[in-house]
């Protein structure tokens, strides 16, 4: 299988390509390189060996080019198109060893997708569109997903915001996973509820849910708590989707910061992750779903050098009863997993791009669907489903923006 790179104004789409030889795109490829999280975190050099390892790959033009090797994303694709030594490194994409390749230990396993029955990318880019404008939900219903119950006055753990579209069709379920560093925020935050108005305006029940917050001074509510609580909310959305208007055949996570690192995890464990139930949840069943939507989110979080101090900090103070390495999406990877569409800012200080990098790298490693979409210059936080990316160019935002939409209706409608 050969690798491509679909440079889109500074916004750079891995992607992979069945059959014939794909030309390389050098829009704006310079920009993406010289700011890409690989070359912001010093693994631009290291992307060099990647170039390197992709044309050892016969990679063909991604592996050979000079563009590609001397760009932190960039060169990541290039090793798309490697060999399967690098390839077929799955485990080592998620691995400190791996890691230290930054860009090359991500994609190494886009080039293991020689055994792939099916194209690798889950979604092509889309540049255009008529992005959601909504605010704030008209109406919002609050639930207690442990009690099946209005959720208290003050209530943010196991919680749901649900916001219906104006249909008495059932439809499709986007849950919304905050970030906050584990320790933070809540479900009925100004920027989580923008989400799920906006989803409800493109015609899903947006959902926003709350999770047990961990106190880092005491380890209170450390892992697998989180990732516990959004199983089970999962599983009630599933189970009470005639009273919620949901179709429960069609549910997405969608995730940012720490609850894009919920819904990697969860998305990867589905049905296989008991440990990470820790026996709160009244409810038992199935908490798959179809789809996740990933920004900024961590995926292999025993690689302590792609997060800030301060999260590293908090992941040793939360993690709880778990390992790192058995809180980390690229554990639990395989191909039965949903598709994926990852996007991350190159200027992220607090959760280093290469993280999105690994997940992809893991995902094509496994054969799943994803798809990739660092954002030039944008920094951690930027919201979702909003065109105006803070560092990021309009072009860049509106691409990211229509990009998953357009995800979303390709694994939610019918």
Same mark, same amino acid.
């Given at each position: 299988?050969?690798?491509?790179?679909?440079?889109?104004?500074?916004?750079?789409?891995?992607?992979?390509?069945?059959?014939?030889?794909?030309?390389?795109?050098?829009?704006?490829?310079? =920009?993406?390189?010289? %700011? +890409? @999280? !690989?070359?912001? $975190?010093?693994?631009?050099?290291?992307?060099? #060996? &990647?170039? /390197? *390892?992709?044309?050892?790959?016969?990679?063909?033009?991604?592996?050979?080019?000079?563009?590609?090797?001397?760009?932190?994303?960039?060169?990541?694709?290039?090793?798309?198109?490697?060999?399967? =030594?690098?390839?077929? %490194? +799955? @485990? !080592?994409?998620? $691995?400190?060893?791996?890691?230290?390749?930054? #860009? &090359?230990? /991500? *994609?190494?396993?886009?080039?293991?997708?020689?055994?792939?029955?099916?194209?690798?990318?889950?979604?092509?880019?889309?540049?255009?569109?008529?992005?959601?404008?909504?605010?704030?939900?008209?109406?919002?219903?609050?639930?207690?997903?442990?009690?099946?119950?209005?959720?208290?006055?003050?209530?943010?753990? &196991?919680?749901?915001?649900?916001?219906?579209?104006?249909?008495?069709?059932?439809?499709?379920?986007?849950?919304?996973?905050?970030?906050?560093?584990?320790?933070?925020?809540?479900?009925?935050?100004?920027?989580?509820?923008?989400?799920?108005?906006?989803?409800?305006?493109?015609?899903?029940?947006?959902?926003?849910?709350?999770?047990?917050?961990?106190?880092?001074?005491?380890?209170?509510?450390?892992?697998?708590?989180?990732?516990?609580?959004?199983?089970?909310?999962?599983?009630?959305?599933?189970?009470?989707?005639?009273?919620?208007?949901?179709?429960?055949?069609?549910?997405?996570?969608?995730?940012?910061?720490?609850?894009?690192?919920?819904?990697?995890?969860?998305?990867?464990?589905?049905?296989?992750?008991?440990?990470?139930?820790?026996?709160?949840?009244?409810?038992?069943?199935?908490?798959?779903?179809?789809?996740?939507?990933?920004?900024?989110?961590?995926?292999?979080?025993?690689?302590?050098?792609?997060?800030?101090?301060?999260?590293?900090?908090?992941?040793?103070?939360?993690?709880?009863?778990?390992?790192?390495?058995?809180?980390?999406?690229?554990?639990?990877?395989?191909?039965?997993?949903?598709?994926?569409?990852?996007?991350?800012?190159?200027?992220?200080?607090?959760?280093?791009?290469?993280?999105?990098?690994?997940?992809?790298?893991?995902?094509?490693?496994?054969?799943?669907?994803?798809?990739?979409?660092?954002?030039?210059?944008?920094?951690?936080?930027?919201?979702?489903?909003?065109?105006?990316?803070?560092?990021?160019?309009?072009?860049?935002?509106?691409?990211?923006?229509?990009?998953?939409?357009?995800?979303?209706?390709?694994?939610?409608?019918?």
């Amino acid at each position: 299988m050969d690798a491509c790179r679909l440079g889109l104004g500074g916004v750079l789409i891995l992607v992979s390509a069945l059959g014939a030889g794909c030309t390389e795109s050098s829009e704006d490829g310079g =920009a993406a390189g010289s %700011s +890409g @999280a !690989a070359g912001s $975190s010093g693994a631009a050099g290291s992307s060099g #060996a &990647a170039g /390197s *390892s992709g044309a050892a790959g016969s990679s063909g033009a991604a592996g050979s080019s000079g563009a590609a090797g001397s760009s932190g994303v960039a060169g990541s694709s290039g090793v798309a198109g490697s060999s399967g =030594a690098a390839g077929s %490194s +799955g @485990a !080592a994409g998620s $691995s400190g060893a791996a890691g230290s390749s930054g #860009a &090359a230990g /991500s *994609s190494g396993a886009a080039g293991s997708g020689g055994s792939c029955s099916g194209a690798l990318e889950a979604i092509a880019p889309t540049q255009s569109c008529t992005p959601p404008s909504s605010t704030a939900p008209p109406s919002l219903e609050k639930l207690d997903y442990f009690r099946n119950q209005p959720c208290p006055r003050q209530g943010n753990d &196991a919680c749901l915001g649900v916001q219906r579209p104006a249909t008495s069709e059932a439809r499709p379920a986007v849950l919304v996973v905050h970030g906050g560093g584990f320790t933070g925020g809540g479900p009925f935050g100004s920027s989580v509820l923008q989400v799920v108005a906006r989803l409800a305006e493109r015609g899903y029940v947006g959902i926003s849910v709350g999770y047990r917050l961990c106190d880092p001074r005491t380890g209170a509510n450390g892992f697998p708590a989180p990732f516990s609580d959004v199983r089970c909310a999962v599983r009630f959305v599933r189970q009470n989707a005639a009273s919620l208007g949901v179709d429960p055949r069609r549910l997405a996570l969608l995730g940012t910061s720490a609850g894009g690192a919920i819904v990697n995890l969860v998305g990867a464990a589905a049905n296989g992750g008991e440990v990470l139930d820790d026996g709160s949840c009244p409810l038992s069943g199935d908490s798959s779903v179809s789809a996740v939507l990933s920004y900024y989110g961590g995926h292999d979080l025993a690689n302590s050098a792609d997060f800030s101090t301060n999260i590293q900090g908090t992941l040793a103070a939360c993690h709880g009863t778990l390992s790192l390495g058995t809180a980390s999406a690229t554990t639990w990877i395989d191909a039965a997993d949903p598709p994926a569409l990852l996007l991350h800012g190159t200027a992220d200080d607090s959760v280093n791009a290469r993280q999105s990098e690994r997940g992809l790298s893991a995902l094509h490693a496994a054969c799943v669907p994803a798809t990739y979409l660092p954002l030039a210059g944008a920094r951690h936080a930027f919201s979702p489903l909003e065109p105006a990316v803070p560092g990021a160019s309009a072009a860049d935002g509106t691409t990211a923006t229509c990009t998953a939409l357009a995800f979303l209706d390709r694994y939610l409608r019918p």
